[in-house]
């Protein structure tokens, strides 16, 4: 809608100016100051008008958090997904109909703003607070919908409950090994994806960031929506998810190495093993 | 009736004459006990892997007392809760049961997967030794040989033992194995149907699999580790060159006390090592796998180690698929996977087991060899030997790029480039960094018996040059070099020059004290034995 | 060492003068053993070095002890079923197989160091040298044994009886045959079922289904409609026959996926011959076993439309064919034809057209 309008005028009025100048002799020499005044008539159009877009936008009642939300948008994502949301080409994709799960999901787990273009975005310490992101989500949520987050206290209900009936676990357990241990691994210690990408790790996730991302699909993960895995199916998930990085007879084994199998079990039979009995066939065999 | 009275004293005494009136034993059981071992550290190595071994026999009985193989459909109901009314496999249901349902379950069964990794590490670290100091030469090829079977049957053994609980990293494995045998030309669809009984999975691949695990290749293992000790003991063991040592003696202590005390007491510390393991490292959670589905993977499947570099190779090789299209037909297939899990280890096979061979040919070879090799002195064993580790090495990351990727923040395609680059450029790269270490070792070892030691004493000469004083190293005999050995310097004998001070007169190579010198140098041995001529031609010329 | 080697004859081993020690190295003489340097640790008993090493030893036998009582302690005692109890037990748990390999590493552990320190310490120290005698035999044994071998065949009248030879063989050769047979023959199994290559063929075909296209379901065997797919997201489907998600039909999984608007354009574009008419609408449906060594192919990303392999890093192309483009494989997945019933449900309208999973010698 916006660039709409605001090219528009461009096009009907600068090449308007430029045939009233028009003139054999003059062309060529009057090519510069032609070009000038072009670029300073659009410029100034669009200061002229783009105000006048926002005042437009205004008029669709946003609320008090979703007011909030558009004031921290326009300090720091508009770089990149551009005014209202409409994201800009090769910076930063459309976040209309992306909803508040994303936003959420991607500015509380720091993810967002993005702090260089890599081939993934990486979870780091997010840069606002909850409530920001919150604020973020309604603007997002009210400029184009799209699917939203249960709240935090309810779904951490919902997810203690599960975790306390073993049939729940067993069941998330089953979900999980087929919808997501091909790429964040049984261990939950995430595994590599192609040309640099990676599925993360999902040991310090909360029980929001696992539904939001099920939920919206980041970046390369696939979506799984309400209608493929229902709400409580996700909260098993979770539940699965969460016992294994949570409870510590998850591991009863010893020191799990940062569950990624064989790898460190072999690095150990190694580095600690055949190192250890190295030293003491030194003892053993050295001058008593 | 008149009770005799046992006479308590004489009772061992009558009873071993009771016994050697049976078995004539007197002779072979003291020819047994003063049997003589050299002592090195690097002799010991191989040990750790038949210590392993005993380990694995105890705590695999103790599994198999638990364990069923059988693929039969069951509901778990055990004590872990997270799998609890998950259907699965009565294989997979009495591995988890062994884990949490035997008390104790799941120490043992730790320590059977950890012992299993240190069988297969002290086996390779082993062949390491025995190929850079050429233990492998004439007469012992054969035991070479038995010990290359012992490698590929261990890893056999390995990965029946891997697939066994039918957890989903177990099933993966298998469904690689049955696309390794499917990809054997002509009569790979027969071979996998026969071994599988069908279509993979099939209902009885784990019933074979476990009577391979636990009689079929554990009888040839006993048999191959029997050989093994028999050859070495009929051939006796190898040794350094050093005083008094020659290749028709072995000088060292005998058997009984001395050797089988530090062996058994090494027993004990690899027991010890296998037993820490076991309880302070998890190792294979079965649990966090569930149950094998064809559906079900995960991020950074991987085999054990010892496998691993097969893996790493099949992920290497470039799909290079050969296709024979005739006039008629479908056309016929070998699939990429063809080259890397089934040529490769067939020459990986081979090469070892004709080694000795082709060296003693190439080196026109033909003597008894009963003195060992320093690494340096055969430039060109050593130069290859570092070839084959090298190549290995760049397989066995391969093996686990995936996780190397992840952790590292690499690029999983870099990594694949760099592993087939790698396996190209490592290997010669080792093998002429191996060859100049080797000939520059040996260069400085002829500089000290040149020259003497260096004592990092300055000394300025009256015409004002700075020169290092050398103190030059006493011959053998210990009476200081003889006028010809002053002139050309002394004779290489094969082992240790001293190249630090407080070694000199030291002819044993070890100092008191591991990581500094604790003590001064102990006398050498006195080579009482060595009065005529003959042997000391054979030290000095020890190969 | 002594310059006054006895003949074994000559030996009195009765003889009184003679010290445990000279049994000892005459024993080791006939053995081919010169013990050339025996020297006791500590020939001056009770220093205060030997005392220490005594209290070493002492102490090492005596941890061992403990060691290995606190292991039976800690296996009897020690909290070790999982998901039971009160807090205290649940919170000692973990560490139920810790303390066994602690204990049980520092008993065995103690109880090897104690040996060695013995072999090390107390042992007297000794150097012994054995002759070896190595080479061939003599040559006279090599002529006799040569001989014996020899005449059993002269013995056997091998040459005067040589059709007793042949029938021997004759006969000799099925009874090896016997043992081969039986164990080939009771293990091979041709790769055919019903006329058909097993490897040809998956749960997808309709004569599972008694002729009827088969469903796409959910693993627990429920149906599948479009609408329980989001855009950009995937779904592991299994044939909706008896068993269909069990190991039974291990090559039938499938990835259902759903594609972006523009991505699905470009599918349909970019499809070859035999896979026309294979997509339904967004949709596509592809085997899950990868082509190369047969693990599931399922790390789909959703913007790249990737699908990688696990195992050995293996990528697919989605939007093209699912073609190999990256890693060992050589094939692409193949595709299987998917639409939708007059229920609304997913149905497979035939057979994969290719065999899926990993390659073999007859596979065109």
Known sequence: MTSEQSKRPLARLVPGGARAARGKLRRRLSAAVRLVAALTLAGGLYTAYAPGVGRAEETVKLSDAAANGKAIYEVSCITCHGRNAQGVENRGPSLIGVGSAAVEFQVNTGRMPLARQEAQAERKTPQFDESQAAELGAYIQELGGGPQLPSAESLDEQVKQARGSDKILAHGGELYRVNCSSCHAFSTGGGALSSGKFAPSLQHSTNRDIYAAMLTGPQNMPVFGNNQLSPDDKAAIIAYIQDLNKNEAADPGGWALGRYGPVPEGLVIFLVGIAALVFATLWIAGKS | ?543 | ?364
């Not at chain 2, 005494?13 to 016994?19: G, K, M, P, W």
């Not at chain 2, 005739?326 to 080259?339: K, L, N, S, V």
């Not at chain 3, 574009?269 to 085997?287: D, I, M, P, R, T």
């Open chain 2, 1 to 543: 009736m008149k009770r005799r009275k046992i006479d308590v004293r004489a009772l061992p005494a009558n009873s071993a004459r009771a016994l050697d009136e049976r078995f004539q034993a007197a002779t072979p059981l003291r020819r047994l006990m003063n049997k003589v071992f050299p002592d090195h550290w690097s002799f010991l190595l191989g040990e750790i892997a038949l210590y392993s071994f005993i380990v694995l026999l105890l705590s695999g009985i103790f599994l198999a007392l638990f364990f069923d193989p059988s693929l039969r459909e069951v509901v778990y109901d055990g004590s872990y809760a997270p799998l609890r009314g998950v259907e699965m496999s009565q294989a997979y249901n009495t591995a988890l049961h062994i884990s949490f349902d035997v008390r104790g379950g799941l120490f043992m069964r730790q320590m059977h997967h950890w012992a299993a990794l240190l069988f297969m590490a002290a086996i390779v670290v082993h062949m390491f030794r025995v190929f850079f100091t050429g233990a492998f030469r004439k007469p012992r090829e054969a035991n070479w040989i038995v010990g290359v079977l012992l490698f590929w049957m261990g890893f056999l053994e390995g990965f029946g033992g891997y697939s066994l609980p039918d957890d989903a990293l177990s099933g993966t494995g298998l469904r690689i194995a049955s696309a390794i045998m499917l990809s054997i030309p002509i009569v790979g669809t027969w071979v996998t149907t026969s071994l599988f009984g069908g279509e993979f999975p099939g209902e009885v691949i784990l019933d074979r699999l476990y009577i391979v695990h636990v009689l079929l290749v554990p009888g040839a293992l006993l048999g191959l580790i029997s050989v093994h000790m028999g050859l070495l003991v009929k051939q006796k063991h190898t040794q350094w060159p050093g005083p008094g040592r020659t290749n028709n003696n072995v000088v060292g202590v005998r058997m009984f006390p001395g050797f089988a005390a530090k062996a058994g007491g090494f027993f004990m510390i690899v027991f010890a090592m296998i037993a820490a393991l076991a309880g302070l490292f998890q190792i294979n959670p079965i649990w966090l796998f569930g149950p094998y589905k064809a559906a079900v993977v995960s991020a950074a499947s991987q085999p054990d180690w010892y496998v691993m570099f097969l893996d790493g190779s099949t992920r290497l090789f470039p799909a290079w698929e050969i296709r024979f299209d005739f006039f008629y037909g479908d056309g016929y297939t070998i699939p990429p996977i063809f080259w890397p899990t089934v040529v490769l280890p067939g020459i990986l096979t081979m090469l070892p087991i004709f080694y000795p061979f082709i060296e003693a040919r190439f080196s026109k070879d033909k003597e008894v060899h009963n003195l060992l090799q320093r690494p340096r002195d055969n430039p060109l064993r050593t130069a290859l030997g570092a070839m084959a580790i090298a190549f290995y090495v760049v397989l066995l990351i391969s093996g686990g790029n995936d996780v190397v990727a992840d952790k590292f923040h690499i690029s999983l395609n870099a990594m694949t480039w760099a592993g087939r680059i790698g396996i190209l450029i490592v290997p010669p790269l080792a093998y002429y960094v191996a060859f100049r270490v080797a000939l520059g070792l040996q260069q400085h070892d002829r500089e000290v018996l040149a020259h003497g030691v260096e004592t990092g004493i300055i000394r300025r000469l009256p015409d004002g040059k700075f020169v290092e004083i050398h103190q030059p190293l006493p011959s053998g005999n210990g009476h200081g070099p003889s006028d010809e050995e002053a002139h050309h310097g002394l004779e290489y004998g094969g082992w240790v020059v001293p190249k630090k001070m407080n070694r000199l007169g030291a002819l044993a190579p070890t100092v008191k004290g591991f990581f500094y010198p604790i003590e001064k140098a102990g006398p050498a041995p006195k080579p009482r034995q060595l009065d005529d001529d003959r042997d000391r031609e054979e030290i000095t010329s020890g190969h």
């Open chain 3, 1 to 364: 060492m002594t310059t006054h080697h006895p003949s074994d004859d000559e030996f009195d081993a009765s003889d009184a003068s003679l010290t445990r020690f000279d049994l000892v190295k005459e024993g080791a003489r006939r053995d081919g053993v010169q013990i050339v340097h025996y020297a006791p640790r500590f020939p001056v008993p009770g220093t205060r070095a030997e005392r220490r090493i005594e209290r070493v030893l002492s102490f090492l036998f005596l941890l061992t002890g403990l060691m290995g009582t606190a292991f039976v302690v800690a296996y009897i005692a020690w909290p070790w079923k999982y998901g039971e109890g009160d807090s205290t037990y649940r919170a000692l748990f973990p560490y139920y197989t810790p303390v066994l390999g602690a204990t049980l590493g520092l008993c065995l552990l103690s109880l090897g160091l104690g040996i060695v320190v013995w072999s090390k310490k107390l042992l007297p120290e000794e150097v012994s040298i054995q002759e070896r005698h190595d080479g061939p035999s003599d040559s006279t044994e090599q002529v006799l044994t040569a001989a014996t071998i020899l005449n059993m065949g002269d013995e056997l009248g091998l040459k005067r009886r040589r059709f007793v030879g042949l029938a021997f063989l004759a006969g000799a050769a099925p009874l090896g045959a016997v043992a081969g047979a039986l164990l080939v023959g009771s293990l091979i199994k041709a790769p055919t079922q019903d006329g058909e290559n097993v490897f040809f063929t998956t749960g997808w075909d309709p004569k599972h289904n008694d002729g009827k296209p088969v469903r796409l379901t959910h693993e627990d065997g429920t149906p599948i409609r479009p609408a329980d797919v989001s855009v950009g997201g995937q779904i592991t489907v299994f044939p909706g026959i008896p068993h269909g998600a069990t190991n039974k039909w291990a090559d039938s999984p499938t990835l259902l996926i759903h594609l972006r608007e523009q991505d699905a354009e470009l599918t349909k574009k970019q499809a070859k011959e035999l896979n026309h008419g294979s997509q339904w609408q967004n949709f596509v449906a592809y085997s899950k076993i990868c082509t190369h060594a047969g693990c599931p192919a399922s790390l789909y990303e959703q913007q790249t439309n990737r699908l990688l392999c696990p195992c050995h890093q293996s990528q697919f192309q989605i939007t093209d064919n699912a073609r190999p483009i990256f890693g060992p494989a050589s094939r692409a997945l193949p595709q299987l034809p998917i639409t939708v019933d007059d229920e609304g449900y997913f149905i497979a309208t035939q057979d994969y057209k290719i065999p899926v999973g990993p390659a073999f010698w007859e596979r065109p």
